[in-house]
């Protein structure tokens, strides 16, 4: 991702943290923390490919054994229908 461009303004972009969300059933996943480049100028936020599979997968991993990765992972319950992960 060197030399990386927003492709929306043409800006220059900074790593960064990005937040991703996700729909587990009836309940919402937020991931923080995700690393990825930050466009300057209009805010776009761009994760790579490798991150996006990996986080992905994580989701994924939350969605089949919930109560397993709620003990293990940095899970923040923040209401019944709401989970945050921190990366
Ligand atoms: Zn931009």
């Given amino acids: 991702m060197k030399n990386f461009k927003c492709p929306e303004c043409k800006s220059r972009v900074a790593t960064g943290k990005a937040t991703?969300?996700?729909?587990l059933a009836d309940c919402r996943v937020?991931?923080?923390n995700v690393p990825a480049l930050v466009c300057h100028s209009c805010g776009q936020e761009y994760i790579?490919?490798?991150i996006a599979k990996y986080v992905n997968e994580l989701v994924n991993n939350i969605?089949?054994?919930?109560k397993?990765?709620?003990r293990r992972l940095h899970l923040q319950?923040?209401?019944?229908?709401?989970v945050a992960v921190t990366m």
Wanted: aromatic share 14%; with cysteine; glycine share 0%.
């Fill in 68 to 70: 397993i990765f709620s």
């Fill in 48 to 50: 790579a490919p490798s």
């Fill in 30 to 32: 937020i991931v923080k």
């Fill in 20 to 23: 991703m969300n996700y729909r």
């Fill in 77 to 82: 319950q923040i209401c019944p229908k709401e």
């Fill in 63 to 66: 969605r089949e054994n919930f």
